[in-house]
Nanobody, 111 residues
């Protein structure tokens, strides 16, 4: 069973940066694709960024050029570097692998 633990969320001003981390355990991390998702109040959960086992990435149009997903297979960890944050990026951010989900980490962008 996969266990995922997100960290790195918080309150940041517009234009600021945050780096989210997702540590995975209980599986062979390197062979699986990983995704970061977010859910804002009253909205459906949406895919933010995706990275496959080979390192190829894909991003939602709303975050292209601002967010970067990466992975460190030696540490069983996937990262989401978020730059130029906007108030509309405010949401709970989740990572996912093999159909499992973490508990989420809150990101709030506000002045």
């Amino acid at each position: 069973q996969v266990q995922l633990v997100e960290s790195g969320g918080g309150l940041v001003q517009p234009g600021g940066s945050l780096r989210l981390s997702c540590a995975a355990s209980g599986s062979i991390f390197s062979i699986y694709a990983m995704g970061w998702y977010r859910q804002a109040p009253g909205k459906q959960r949406e895919l933010v960024a995706f990275i496959n086992s080979g390192g190829a990435t894909n991003y939602a149009d709303s975050v292209k050029g601002r967010f970067t997903i990466s992975r460190d297979n030696a540490k069983n960890t996937v990262y989401l570097q978020m730059n130029s944050l906007k108030p509309e990026d405010t949401a709970v951010y989740y990572c996912s692998m093999k159909g499992s989900w973490g508990q989420g980490t809150q990101v709030t962008v506000s002045s």
